[in-house]
Every structure is written in C-alpha cells, then in structure tokens.
C-alpha cells in the first residue's frame, strides 16, 4: 500500500479530537510520543546513519549494545549489576580533552585496573587511602613537602627481617646496611652490643670496634 506517492505531504493518524499522535513527513521524519513493542516482541532502530531524538543523536554503527534492567544500563552487557556496566575485554573507558590527550581505564581478566594517561601524571586531589599495599615498580617515591610515614606500628625498609628493640610505635628499622653521607644526630642514646668497661677503637674503614685484647693498661718503671 502506497500513501501519498509524489511525497509532498505528510501521513498523520490523530485522536478523535484532531490531536496528532503520529507523523511521518516528507522529508521522512517520523513523529511520536511514545513507541511501544506488541507482544513483548523484540524491536529495535536499525539506522544507517544519524537518527535525532528531540534534537539529539543517536548513532550506531555496529555492535553496541545498550541494555536497562530495573534501573541499571548495561554497555556491552546485558544483565547490568550496577548503575553503569561496561562490559569490555580491551579498554573499557576511555576520559577525552581530545583524540591525543586521553586517559583509558582497563579492567584485566584478573579483575586488576589500570589507569593510563597519554601525560605524564595522574593527580589526586585530597587523599588516598589505601587498604593494601602500595607498589612502586621502576621508580621513585618523592613528595614537594616532607615526606611522613605515620604508622602505628614501626616502619620496615626491607623485604622481610624482625626488629629485635626498633618495634615501638614510630620506629625505623633497616634490615640492611644504613649509610648517612652527612652528618648524624643522636638525641637519644646508641645502644650497641659492647660490653661494659670496653675500648673503643676505629677498625677498618673507620668501623668501631671493640678492642679490648690489644689494650694494656699497667706500671713502666
């Protein structure tokens, strides 16, 4: 069936006071209030190029998928478990200034994320608190301000190893060798393995050493 076929105007279907309820004009636009499926049959817009809705686009090209289920919208998932669900093997989410200046997040198989920038830093404004481990993989850790690590246990540098005496609150325990290239300032006391009564000399590479052996303490008449 044929309506209209020079195409010049518009097919109208109104309610019974003349109000309209669908439109289709000649220039192919088509007009309506609100689009329903019969039956519970699947639909759906199948367009080749841009279709506008109420002065919007909606543009489709192949293979997306746009699913809402009981408030939640699914993108490349059809049963959504939270608000947004993007559903994705390679990069999930991609945050543009422009195509050259972008920061793309990646969910692994693993469930692990990864945040990577097109730039050279990712700033945070306020704090971060972790809950785990932070891990610095081929760089430093540096801070504009004084760095501070506040523990409430003591602070360990080192793969592993037990303090015996620096466990307190606010202590710092070495498990290697500690080297200081300026000066070194004890407002405390330095405990050491010595014995009481020792010699103290400078041994080799100027380490002290406990030399009591050599050390002869007499009468020369």
């Given amino acids: 069936m044929i309506l209209n076929e020079s195409g010049d105007q518009d097919i109208i279907a109104a309610s019974a006071s003349g109000t309209s309820r669908f439109r289709v004009g000649n220039d192919g636009t088509v007009y309506g209030g609100y689009f329903a499926d019969i039956s519970n049959t699947a639909y759906g817009i199948d367009p080749a190029g841009t279709s506008n809705f109420g002065g919007y686009s909606l543009k489709i090209t192949g293979g997306a998928l746009l699913a809402y289920d009981s408030g939640s919208v699914g993108i490349g998932d059809t ?3 939270a608000k947004l669900n993007i559903q994705a093997t390679t990069e999930q989410l991609r945050l543009d200034y422009d195509d050259s200046n972008y920061t793309s997040l990646t969910v692994s198989s693993g469930g692990d994320l990864t945040i990577a920038p097109t730039g050279s830093d990712t700033n945070i404004t306020g704090n971060a608190a972790l809950t785990g481990d932070l891990a610095v993989n081929g760089d430093d850790i540096t801070a504009d301000g004084a760095l501070t690590l506040n523990s409430a246990s003591y602070v360990r540098i080192g793969d592993s190893g037990t303090p015996g005496s620096a466990n307190g609150d606010d202590d710092l325990y070495v498990e290697g060798d500690l ?3 300026g000066v070194l300032y004890l407002d405390g006391t330095l405990d050491t393995t010595f014995t ?10 100027g380490v002290l050493a ?10 020369f008449i």
């Fill in 79 to 81: 049963t959504p478990d």
């Fill in 179 to 181: 080297e200081v290239d």
């Fill in 196 to 205: 009481a009564g020792s010699v103290v000399f400078a041994g080799t590479s």
């Fill in 210 to 219: 406990q030399d009591n052996s050599n050390f002869f303490l007499g009468r």
